[in-house]
């Protein structure tokens, strides 16, 4: 993959970027719902009304809002929330590490149970522990990562009070962090009370998103395991000597893997809206959080922001995607 | 070949060895990690969007004020009955012709930053508060008095115009006093990384949407509250919040759904408080057609059981009310009543040619989910009115839009809302919700205009009341809206702390003690 194809697979975002930009412009200015009318306080007069429309630029046109609000976005500036009343770019910058975090811990978990689970059904192909994870995958496909949340909030978190339910990290704690990113600093700070405490905070919402993932890569990485197996290189190796176990996990895999890389990738981008849901049954302090609130206050810069920067991470992920798919197959690479 | 190798045993055993200690620290009863600090948590639902208690949208968000009321020191405090005490004043009122104010500020109060508690700080806050430029919501209020002078501890101020309820809303929102030097050196983005109050507790710790974490204030002027450190978490869902409490994770939470809450108060370890609070739940009815038939009005009222409503729907936790004041308002008036009577509003129907067979129809907007039980309190009703010759369209929206519509007085005829209050004014409920130049109102007449107009500048406490009760029997004898019931907040806590319950709805972590 060639600097100038990225730079073009770069060039072609913008395009999509300024329709994200139009689309949520126009749909949440018609979507119901005054946020003026939100914040008004008892005695408001007719003056206070145009003041504070006049205030968030909502007296003018749409168009001469959306024009002013792009020239602004191109210049770094995104705005003021209404309701926080602090810049939509710090207010995201500042929450977006939890949502990555938590997203990479989800996708990690996900691809590391689906790769076991894939692995040993092929291993154990034709006897019980494949119909055992062909059920459980299937089981597991039918319930929405919401309700995997609900489920373990209920048995791990009050039946079995093993793990916290909400929040990020025990507020008691004294960590003073420099950058979002949470779980990497005290991994690198090496305060392990504190990753462990990050780490507690994380598995269930992780896990919530992760398992659906999982049951969708396991069947995928399965389907692709399996055609590997009956290709003639492995039939190579196998007759060389290797063992069953080295041939699926040293040979097989690797090209195994393409197919889910991509569905890994693809299913990045949904995870990221679906922590949506996940975070504010959690009280995780994410962006879908952030959005939720957002969309509940009418906070209009705010939902404009979060909307793009969701798109911004679904552009960024296929382009990862595709460098990945070129670093694991060399017939893409030479292309 | 041997499964049972000493390299894959010596590899099981290492994995051991390192999971083990992981799975332990992982998996560790959240109880254990609760109880080694001796920190008062509670869940609370909603996020503090800001630390500047005077100004924006957050300052007149009645949910918040439990934070702003541990931080801060209000002018003047309340009692949990609403009943008013020293806050930052020890004594305030008017003067014989009620021209000037005289207020008192207390001595020995300090800022979180150690400086002392100045009047200068009480005028400078008043003056900013009154400034239309500070984005005070309530400057309305705060603009009628000026020209502050101080001698020693004492200030007077002249009242430019008169407003009866000046020293109610010092306890109410947005009376805060701010330290003037502190909050200018920082200026508003400063202060909200380091809000500086008078309050019993300090901000320790503040993540946004994530928890708040105060550490008692040692130089309180006040009581000195019995738990150092305070948590307040943010659980925005209902059920993650019965959760934290039923877990042990929290001590006390609160607006859990009523079924949860009578379940919840049965488990051992835990104690239920559901009282009832400064606000209401009522139908606005709109002045539009069919509503302008007062037969139609009343029949609308006459034929709600809202008993039943609060027994059934409610599980009993409200309390029916026939004004928009509630018990515990000062123009509360028990007198008032309307009686559920089906046959009276059939009778009321026929005479405008109403009946089952030709029933009156409009629409009723609500919200679904907003407050407890709200849609399934409306479908009762709709259910009632059918049964004597009203059929109602119910039609669901969110919260914004209803605030929405009612700004442009565009409300359906008839839509449910709910009417906080914590101050127990009357200026502040029926005042604002039925006055036409209210933009809160939906009932627009001028009849209602002429017996509350003159009440809003009424220097005569007693007459104002009066005035305000004679103002509720008129809207009630015509059926110009429709209140259902006062609210009560359901606090679940662990029985292990005492926690006293406040009208006004506010959880205050100074109040709370052990058991």
Not at chain 1, 202 to 225: D, N
Not at chain 2, 150 to 169: C, H, M, N, R, Y
Not at chain 2, 225 to 232: D, K
Not at chain 2, 425 to 430: I, Q
Request: hydrophobic share 45%.
């Amino acid at each position: 993959m060639s600097i100038n194809y990225l730079l073009k697979r770069l060039l072609w975002a913008l395009p999509t970027l300024v329709g994200v930009a139009v689309v949520v412009f126009v749909l949440v200015r018609v979507v119901p719902g005054d946020p003026i009318a939100m914040m008004l306080p008892p005695g408001a007069t007719a003056d206070d009304v145009g003041r504070l429309r006049a205030l968030y630029g909502l007296d003018a046109p749409i168009a001469k809002q959306f024009v002013v609000w792009m020239g602004d976005v191109l210049r770094g500036n995104f705005g003021t929330s209404i309701s926080l009343r602090d810049g939509v770019g710090s207010l995201v910058l500042s929450r977006l590490p939890a949502t990555l975090e938590l997203v990479l811990v989800a996708v990690a978990a996900a691809c590391a149970l689906a790769a076991v689970a894939a692995v040993g059904a092929v291993f154990f192909r034709g006897r019980w522990p494949e119909l055992v994870v062909d059920g459980v995958t299937g089981l597991v496909l039918a319930i929405p990562d919401f309700l995997w949340g609900l489920l373990f909030i209920l048995v791990l978190g009050v039946l079995l009070p093993w793990l916290p339910i909400s929040g990020r990290i025990d507020p008691t704690l004294d960590f003073d962090p420099a950058t979002g990113f949470y779980l990497a600093e005290t991994l690198v700070r090496l305060q392990w009370t504190t990753f462990i405490d990050l780490l507690r905070h994380m598995l269930l919402p992780a896990l919530a998103l992760a398992l659906p993932l999982a049951a969708a890569l396991t069947r995928v990485l399965k389907g692709s395991l399996i055609d590997a197996m009956n290709q003639d290189y492995v039939t190579l190796v196998r007759v060389k000597g290797y063992s069953k176990a080295r041939i699926l996990w040293r040979v097989a895999l690797r090209n195994a893997l393409i197919p889910t890389v991509t569905l890994t990738g693809v299913q990045f981008s949904f995870l990221i809206g679906g922590t949506v849901l996940i975070e504010y049954l959690f009280s995780y302090p994410g962006i879908g959080n952030l959005a939720i609130a957002a969309v509940n206050q009418r906070d209009l810069p705010l939902i404009q922001g979060l909307v793009l920067t969701f798109a911004v991470l679904f552009i960024l992920t296929n382009l990862v995607v595709d460098m990945a798919y070129s670093i694991l197959d060399p017939k893409v690479r030479q292309a | 070949m041997n499964p049972f190798t000493r390299r894959r045993f010596l590899q099981a055993t290492g994995a051991a060895a390192l999971t083990a200690p992981l799975a332990n620290s992982l998996l560790v009863p959240t109880d254990a990690h609760a109880q080694a600090a001796k920190v008062l948590t509670i869940a609370y639902n909603v996020a503090l969007p800001s630390w500047d208690p005077t100004t924006g949208p957050s300052a007149v968000n009645p949910t918040i004020q439990s934070f702003y009321k541990a931080v801060f020191d209000s002018y003047i405090d309340q009692e949990p009955d609403l009943s008013f005490k020293p806050g930052l004043l020890t004594k305030w009122g008017w003067n014989k012709d009620r021209t000037k104010i005289e207020l008192e500020v207390r001595k020995g109060a300090f800022w979180h930053d150690g400086s002392a508690v100045t009047p200068e700080d009480v005028v400078w806050s008043l003056e900013r508060a009154g400034d239309p430029n500070s984005g005070n919501p309530i400057q309305f209020v705060w603009g009628k008095i000026g020209n502050f002078a101080i001698d020693g501890q004492k200030i007077t101020a002249d009242v430019k115009e008169f407003e009866p309820s000046l020293f109610k809303w010092m306890a109410f929102l947005t009376g805060y006093v701010l330290p003037k030097k502190a909050y200018t050196e920082a200026g508003a983005q400063g202060w909200e990384s380091k809000p500086i109050g008078s309050g019993p507790y300090m901000v320790d710790k503040f993540e946004r949407n994530a928890f708040i974490r105060l550490k008692a204030f040692p130089k309180y002027w006040g009581p000195k509250p019995a738990f150092e450190t305070v948590v307040f978490k943010l659980v925005g869902d209902a059920s993650a919040r019965v959760a934290e409490i039923e877990s042990g994770a929290s001590d006390l939470t609160l607006e859990v759904p009523y079924e949860e809450f009578d379940r919840l108060k049965m488990k051992s370890g835990l104690t239920g408080v559901a009282h009832p609070v400064s606000d209401i739940g009522m139908i606005f009815i709109t002045n539009v057609e069919p509503m302008l038939d007062m037969n139609v009005r009343l029949a609308m009222i006459h034929s709600i059981d809202k008993k039943a409503i609060v027994d059934k729907l409610l599980r009993g936790y409200g309390t029916v009310i026939d004004t928009l004041e509630a018990p515990q308002y000062a123009a509360f008036d028990p007198s008032i009543k309307v009686k559920y009577d089906p046959e009276l509003a059939k009778q009321l129907l026929a005479k405008s040619g109403f009946s089952s067979a030709n029933p009156v129809k409009f629409t009723i907007q609500t919200t679904r989910g907003f407050k407890p039980k709200d849609y399934e309190m409306i479908q009762a009703v709709v259910g009632m009115w059918r049964k004597v010759g009203i059929e109602a369209n119910i039609e669901t929206y969110e919260i914004a839009k209803h605030f929405e519509l009612r700004m442009r007085h565009g409300l359906a005829p008839a839509a449910f809302y709910n009417w906080g209050n914590s101050i127990g004014d009357p200026s502040t409920s029926t005042g604002f919700a039925m006055f036409s130049h209210s933009p809160h109102s939906a009932w627009k007449t001028e009849d209602v205009d002429k017996m509350i107009g003159p009440l809003w500048g009424e220097k005569d406490e007693k007459k104002r009341i009066e005035g305000y009760k004679a103002a509720d029997r008129y809207i009630a004898e015509n059926g110009y809206v429709i209140p259902l019931l006062q609210y009560s907040q359901p606090v679940v806590h662990k029985s292990s702390i005492k926690f006293t319950p406040h009208v006004a709805g506010f959880i205050l972590p100074q109040a709370i003690k052990p058991a």
